[in-house]
């Protein structure tokens, strides 16, 4: 039996912590720390969430680098700004041998 479908006008809506759109199709994203935020949009919630690179000041979407609890977007700004940065690998793209 297909889920039961309830009519729009019966849905509460909730707003953006970001934009502040209120939108009947926002979600909501609760935090390791017990944060809760609402969104009408992944970019709000990218704005909101995603760490910045430490370097370029770029959002980290991705899996991004961690080199002494700093963040960094690639492994090419964690070596241009700390030495253990030089350990790092950038294996994603990179040919095998």
Known sequence: MPPRRVPRTLVGMATCDVCGND???AFEIRT?????HWFDSFECAMEKLA???ERCNCRIVGHGVEVEGMFYCCAHCARQVTELGNQIRDAVGALPG
């Open 32 to 36: 390791v720390t017990g944060e809760s």
């Open 51 to 53: 760490p910045r690179c």
């Open 23 to 25: 939108y009947w199709m």
